[in-house]
């Protein structure tokens, strides 16, 4: 039985991570900085939760004690520049460095879409350097980058639908970003397939893949798309540069995590689609499924104040 260390087990993407490890019959280690975070998978049998800074090198190396593989889901949206380097930079290089001092050589690495060294924002250069850091580490590594994720409690299409729900219109920078928006179980598939590996035509090690689906859509078409199936589609008014970077600059200082910065607009300067440049996930056995066949299943199925009660105690995460 395979013993996988799940850094980021808690999140959106995480919890559909577990449940797949978890029906290979695989042993999942989740670790968390407060256990009550990690309630949407500690009612699955074979994922223990542990108390834990994955942040803390030490912590990160007793952590790795005893497991075959790790699964780094670690990321940030929102930050400083240092916040950035320590997510996306710091933890990639703790993380080689105490697989190569434990002997676990098995990583595969959650990064994004069209990150890249000279990429226009912080969070696309910082990613880069983080896959950087793993490959340079000589282990046996599988970079899988996601377009962005949808799919029952993601913090995307549900916030659009709740937005919608009580907006005459939808003022929107970066209307005109084009995404190829792929499903949050894909990616768990994805991640599977890679650490299961000998069932591949290929190895997935020392491979990059392109998590995306097959649909290209807009930021405005994807909130059209959201308005339609989870509440009402409104008008999308699209911003011009200037406001777009004004409404984000008034987002930013807003109390808690905001809905849109600067960065992300800087983000969103830049296709969020699949190059072609790297494999698919066809050669991962997994066919993606489309955005407008999985939106209607799960959009709407809570009325606003359930979503914004879930979105206040983390169920987006």
Request: hydrophobic share 45%; aromatic share 4%.
């Amino acid at each position: 039985m395979k013993n996988i260390l799940v850094l980021g087990g808690t999140g959106f993407i995480g919890r559909h991570v577990c449940e797949k490890l978890h029906r290979e019959g695989w042993r999942i280690t989740v670790p968390t900085r407060r256990a009550l975070n990690a309630a949407p998978v500690q009612h699955l049998p074979r994922v223990t939760v542990i108390e834990a800074d994955v942040h803390d090198p030490a912590q990160l190396l007793d952590l790795l004690s005893g497991h075959d593989a790790v699964v780094n889901l670690v990321a940030i949206l929102h930050g400083s520049e240092d916040d950035f380097e320590r997510v996306h930079v710091e933890l990639p290089l703790s993380l080689a460095e105490t697989c190569a001092a434990d002997g676990v050589r098995r990583i595969v690495h959650i990064s994004a879409l069209g990150v890249s060294l000279d990429g226009p924002s912080r969070y696309q250069r910082s990613k880069a350097r983080g896959e950087e850091v793993l490959r340079g580490a000589g282990l046996d590594l599988t970079i899988l980058r996601p377009s962005v994720v949808f799919g029952a409690g993601d913090r995307f299409l549900n916030l659009f639908a709740r937005l919608q729900a009580v907006l005459p219109v939808v003022p929107l920078a970066g209307a005109g970003a084009r995404f190829q928006p792929v499903w949050v179980e894909d990616v768990a598939r994805a991640v599977v397939a890679a650490l299961r590996d000998h069932d591949l035509p290929m190895s997935s090690v020392g491979q990059t893949f392109e998590c995306a689906g097959p649909d290209v859509l807009t930021l405005a078409d994807l909130v059209r798309l959201a308005g339609r199936h989870g509440s009402r589609e409104r008008p999308v008014w699209p911003l011009p540069d200037f406001l777009a970077r004004l409404q984000a600059r008034v987002m930013e200082l807003a109390p808690g995590e905001p809905l849109m910065s600067r960065d992300n607009l800087a983000s969103m300067s830049v296709d969020n689609v699949a190059t072609h440049q790297w494999p698919g996930l066809a050669a991962l056995g997994v066919t993606p499924a489309s955005v407008h066949s999985v939106a209607p299943t799960y959009l709407g199925q809570r009325g606003v104040r359930s979503q914004l009660l879930g979105y206040r105690h983390g169920a987006g995460r």
